[in-house]
């Protein structure tokens, strides 16, 4: 079986690659490069179709191996950008008590398998004269969930962002998500779900404050 590329594609790849990254276009010899990366990856598309069962050359499936390109690069976004600087923009409010963000909806892609989980984020932090807006601790969910991660990970990250720029008097982050990789493989648990907690400061020590994050997120 012979792989090669559909010859009457129609989608625009000098746009796809600018679009995520926008420094190419004064770069054209890094441009080429991608673009050749690209078509490998096509290639190789076509052949796991092809071990998988199915004719790679069939019209429904001729532009496949680009549109999963293009879905990669929007899930793993997160990369060409720093998620904390986010919270950088602060407002100068005396706030004594917790924020929470409760239910951040994120979808994120397991390095493992490359199969999504997605789930909610709940954030709380307690402020030492900084503070952000509400729309930012969304924004940095969403920064380090669209990469290739794991939860565990992705739940400290979320923690040490806030925890380095808002320099808070505590910080807790729990994320209860599904996993793929878990519901429709493998062991194939298709209720299962996964929560993970990770606490910095205040929230390390004081059940109090504890207690009521967990309570707040119910």
Known sequence: MS???????HY???HLLT??????INQPTELATKKATVNEIELALQ??????GEDPQQADLAETPFRVIKAFLEYTAGYREDPAAHLEKIFDIQQSDP????DIEFYSMCEHHFAP?????????????KITGLSKIARVVEGYARRFQVQERLTNQIADAIDTVLQPKGVMVAI???HLCVSSRGAKKEQAQTFTLASRGAYIKDSQLRSEFMAAIK
Request: hydrophobic share 50%; proline share 5%.
């Open 176 to 178: 209860e998500a599904k």
């Open 99 to 102: 924020i929470i963000v409760k």
């Open 117 to 129: 989980f997605f789930g909610v984020a709940h954030v709380a932090y307690l402020p030492d004269r």
């Open 19 to 24: 679009t995520y990254f926008p420094e190419l």
């Open 3 to 9: 792989f090669e590329k559909n010859a009457t594609e």
């Open 47 to 52: 052949k796991l179709i092809a071990l998988c």
């Open 12 to 14: 625009d790849l000098d």
